[in-house]
């Protein structure tokens, strides 16, 4: 019987080869891959259920803004034959549904701890072994622990002053009632115009009495598209999925949109209008992949922002609010696009008002409503879509200590620091899926899941065939690396948009450009290219217990 099979039949085991922070995609991934290679695991999921991001974020309207065909698993042909989308974009109900399917397919549930968060990993270099402690007190150890916490799990601080004065109900996207919320002849006041609020509002407007729209930041937004699936749709996806697959692993945004190599002020204003024209209709990876330098050229972003711009005055009727509602502050694509469904539509409404912050800053959460510099407004119920203390925000709430005793966040105080976005120095034995200085948020995360997973599973592997038990990234290449990658994102227009990319959207955060921006496929390149040579950038040391005993008995 392996040790994988051992530690199944025993649930009260408290060592494993390996144990796994989260229980979304890439928890869920993790699991399978470790099990194929004989190797025990267990898993801690904070939530009561799988899904991570998708379990959390329940609020209305909540869904993907990546193509549900390839906003999903590639590892089993099965799985992808038999799972059928209902839409081109899934809510988040059905998302959650397909992640639930695949962890009853695979029977993935019996290597996860629910409802329990971990609080603390500690490595201990004489046993070369982590101890992970879970809030509930329990110890576990494991020879490596892999993060797979996501980029967006963990919501930013609500900081408007006087929350705790306010006499009607009020929710936070990130942590909806699982039952639902009826706003029904509710005077409702939303605040954040970004991806989240952007889905929200419609569905809101449709119930609430009046809606107040709260933005401190105009975004660009782009029509969803979204549409049922036909059978005869679905059928062609799964004919042709090898090559999409291919596509989107060597892509630059883990897609399978063709991109055009030319750039936009070389081409004519017909050209440009026509091809702005089709990419808007399909979504926003689509629209960044107009022509080749719209986010290297400010000339050419220009072209592409008025574009959008143009659209908003189009269909938002008062000129006032059309403008409010255009961005002004940052080149298109610097922070994430949004997708929407009858946004802007919704201004057109005349139970719908907007508030612009920057006009008329809001000063505080009042019992009975909200005051700006201006008026003030009552409510019954307040939603908080205010976003993300994104890619670091759930790794900083854990005490990692790695060697000599130092600790994560002290390492991380100016800025995380990572060797492919994979591995950091100091803390052997330890890997992060889609962390910093990966092309995790920029990329289709599913994409990027399995992309680093395999990685990890292939490096295991390396470990386990040169009889080495630990591997750690050098301060040399991890430097060199975050060199690269801040490099990269000075040469495009990334440097001028504040976002949650760079932390600028959670008060006193390191403000640092987090993603790899050198695309997709490129990133992949590079890291298969580090295992070919030998894991270069890393140190292999230490001997697995079966070198170690064959050691000992030549000497």
Known sequence: MSKAQQNKANPGAHEFDVVVVGAGFAGLYLIHSLRQKGLSVRAFEAGAEVGGTWFWNRYPGAR?????????????????????????????????????????RFELRQDIQFNTRVSATTFDEKSERWTVETEQGQHVKARFVIMATGSLTVPKPIDIPGLEDFKGAWYHSTNWPAEGVDF????????????????????????????????????????????????????HYREIYPQIREKTRYSNGGSHYQVNDKSAIAATPQEREARYEENYRINGLAYLGSFNDLLTNEASNTTAAEFIRGK????????????????????????????????????????????NLKRTPLERITAEGMRTSEQELPFDVLVFATGFDAITGAL?????????????????????????????????NLFITTGPQSPGALANV?????????????????????????????????????????????????????????????????????????????????CDAVAANGYEGFVLSGCTAGAAVEQEALA
Request: with cysteine; charged share 20%.
């Open 184 to 235: 029904t002849g509710k005077r409702v006041g939303l605040v954040g115009t970004a991806s989240t609020g952007v889905q929200m509002a419609p569905l809101i407007a449709q119930q609430a009495e009046h809606l107040t729209v709260f933005q401190r930041t105009a975004n660009f937004v782009l029509p969803a598209g979204n549409r049922p699936l036909s059978e005869d749709e679905q059928r």
């Open 396 to 428: 900083s709430r854990i005490q990692v200590t790695g060697r000599d005793g130092l600790k994560l966040k002290d390492k991380w105080k100016d800025g995380p620091r990572c060797y492919l976005g994979l591995a950091t120095a100091g803390f052997p």
């Open 312 to 355: 908003i005055r189009s269909i938002v009727k008062d000129p006032a609010v059309a403008e409010d509602l255009c961005p002004n502050d940052h080149p298109l694509g610097s922070k994430r696009l949004c997708i929407g469904s009858n946004y802007l539509e919704t201004f057109n409404r005349s139970n719908v008002s907007l508030v």
């Open 446 to 526: 599913v994409v990027g899941i399995e992309q680093h997973t395999d990685w990890i599973m292939d490096c295991i592997g390396y470990l386990q065939q040169q009889n080495k038990s630990l591997i750690e990234a050098t301060p040399d290449a991890e430097n060199a690396w975050v060199e690269k990658v801040a490099a990269l994102a000075q040469l495009t227009l990334h440097r001028k948009g504040a976002s949650w990319y760079s932390g600028a959207n959670v008060p006193g955060k390191p403000r640092v450009f987090m993603p790899f921006v050198g695309g997709f496929g490129n990133y992949r390149r590079l």
């Open 64 to 104: 993907c803004d990546i193509e549900s065909v390839i906003y999903s698993y590639s590892f089993s042909k099965e799985l992808q034959d038999e799972w059928r989308w209902s839409e081109r974009y899934a809510t988040q109900a059905e998302i959650l549904a397909y992640i639930q399917h695949v962890a009853d």
